[in-house]
């Protein structure tokens, strides 16, 4: 059984990843309508029903779970709930929670004015992907913040066939992934999604497949939202942390979930690695000579992983060119060498890789969502880094000059 991401969203967090967004069609004014219903929406509040559906092989599993997410722009209020995390901006002040952090909770001043770029900025985890509508009712640029860093390109779909109410989409795609969302032909808002992955763009199967499938359900558009929506309540026996930084590091300390179990190995001994080569060779971490050893926890189906290999890839050539003394495997998580080969061979990659067939590795490092990039020195967990930020390939470099010049 294959170790999927526990914590769905970081695996989608370069999935729709916004750099340049192409601009829409001549005449193309759904984009438009859509951005300006929602920049005239004062109060919103709404429920998704998100479900999974995977494929692989003769396997088909489908999960499900509720999302919500209530907004009053005049008092800057916000709730949203999904399954890793509840966040509540209210009287200034910005909460946050979740399982994976036990015995901690966020409670730090909130931006004013909100904007989606200013929460992000306090809590990464929004990029998890940003919700739709959260992005159409607070950034900026809209599309540039659930693309979050990837080539992609929105245009409007014509009504389905046989729709009888003839309802438009607009169609947001960043290869291998597309996202189609369908607007209530009134209130022009979003009334569904759909995430697609190709399957042959990502090395699967070409049976296989994953989507995702979001249905909205409008509770209140405009109207008075009740003031007890927005109440927060800590977790019991929880302690305040004051920024995201600090929450990760002290929840780790408790352990729970990858965010907080991953980052409990910081400053503690590398478990110990034994494994299979992808060129068939034997691999013990505590045999590497380099002084500094980078594990990147990677799968061929994880879109995310894809820009995180990139990154890891130009820290690779970067310790090359330079003689430093780092060594950086891709640990390829429950796939077969052929699949890890196919892919390498074609995005050109130089890495080693690891095959951690059984997950036994993964489970030592308290992976729960990929990729997951562990920085070691002198044996012991010094950084951990769980999806692939845009700045990610810098990160590693300052960590591993400073690492180095400790020597």
Known sequence: MRIMPTVTFVCLTVLLAGASIAASPPGDRLIDQVQEAYDQTNQYHATQRLEIREVSGRWTTVRSTDLTLAFDRENERLLLVRPDVTLVVNDGRLYLKSDDLAGRHLDTEAPSPLSYEALSQLVPVLGNPPPIELAFLLADDPVAAMANGQQAHMETQAPAEGDDEQRQRLQMIAPPVSL????????????????????????????????????????????????????????????????????????????????????????????????????????????????????????????????????????????????????????????????????????????????????????????????????????????????????????????????????
């Open 180 to 407: 189609t969302m369908s607007v209530d032909n009134d209130a022009r808002l979003i009334e569904s999604a759909v995430f697609d992955v190709d399957a042959a763009a990502t090395g699967m199967a070409a049976d296989d497949s994953f989507a995702m499938h979001l249905d909205f359900t409008l509770e209140t558009h405009n109207e008075p939202i009740d003031a007890s929506v927005f109440d927060f309540d800590p977790p019991a026996n929880s302690t305040a942390a004051a920024s995201w930084q600090e929450l990760v590091q002290a929840a780790g300390g408790g352990g729970g979930g990858n965010r907080g179990g991953a980052h409990a190995l910081e400053g503690n001994d590398a478990p110990a690695v034994e494994l299979p080569t992808m060129a068939g060779e034997a691999f013990k971490l505590d045999e590497v000579e380099a002084d500094v050893v980078v594990l990147d926890f990677w799968a061929t189906w994880c879109p995310p992983c894809w820009e995180g290999l990139r990154k890891l890839q130009a820290v690779h050539e970067w310790a090359a060119e330079g003689d430093r003394s780092v060594a950086i495997y891709a640990v390829n998580l429950q796939e077969t060498v052929e699949e890890a080969r196919e892919y390498w061979e074609r995005e050109g990659l130089t890495m080693p890789v690891v095959m951690d067939e059984q997950g036994t590795a993964a489970q030592a490092y308290g992976v729960q969502a990929i990729p997951q990039t562990v920085v070691i020195h002198d044996g012991k967990v010094q950084h951990i880094h769980v999806g692939a930020g845009p700045d990610l390939d810098e990160q590693l470099k300052a960590e591993i000059t400073a690492l180095l010049e400790e020597e």
